[in-house]
């Protein structure tokens, strides 16, 4: 997952977005401004297309905070336990999300920089055509650096495993043709599983 977006949130609602999701606060105003230019409804149909209909059609849909400190309006309330935010205009790329219970829990703890409590598998899909740029080894990387294996991340699922050291001996390189591990070696690693049509994990061209 790409989070690169540090956004505070209730504990009942937690925002990223995997897979980047992550921006600095002196960037919100400019973001509300952006964000303002979709509609109720094309926010909706942004979040919708990061999973599959099956899962966000009942999701419970989130609009990025209007301002640091404030909690995510309710698009669209849910039924199946799924969360879906839309794209965050801000960001390079089409980076919408999905995740399950397990994921908003883990962001919880991700954006009060705190070490998960992860109790079970966690899913999150980010399957929008475009996908996301950002840091593979950085969990908090904002922009590229020299050493912070930064690209372009192409769709995928993001898979949440309750002890992250289970992980070892998986490829962290996303050009290795197949699910790598994000931010291995942290509290926050996870597996990245580019999806179908997908050609490698990450590509660094701009």
Known sequence: MSVRRVIPVS???TVVVFGAVLS?????????????????????????????????????????????????ETLRAGTNGWTCFPDMPET????????DAVWMKWLDAYLAHKTPETS?????????????????SDPYGMKETADNHWGHHQPHLMILVPD????????????????????????YAHIMAPTAGSAAGMSTHR
């Open 120 to 136: 079970g598998v966690g899913i999150g899909y980010m399957l929008a055509p475009g996908g996301a740029w950002g840091s593979n």
């Open 164 to 187: 992250p050291k289970a992980l070892a001996g998986t490829p962290t390189d996303p050009a290795s043709g197949g699910p790598y591990v994000m931010w291995a070696g942290t509290p």
């Open 92 to 99: 390079k790329g089409n980076d919408p999300m999905c995740v």
């Open 11 to 13: 504990v009942c609602a």
């Open 24 to 72: 600095a606060g002196p960037q919100m105003s400019d973001m509300k401004n952006s964000a303002m230019k979709m509609t109720k409804a094309q926010k909706i149909a942004s979040a919708a297309s990061a999973a599959p209909a099956s899962i966000s059609a009942k999701a419970t849909v989130l609009d990025w905070p209007a301002k640091e400190g404030a909690a995510p």
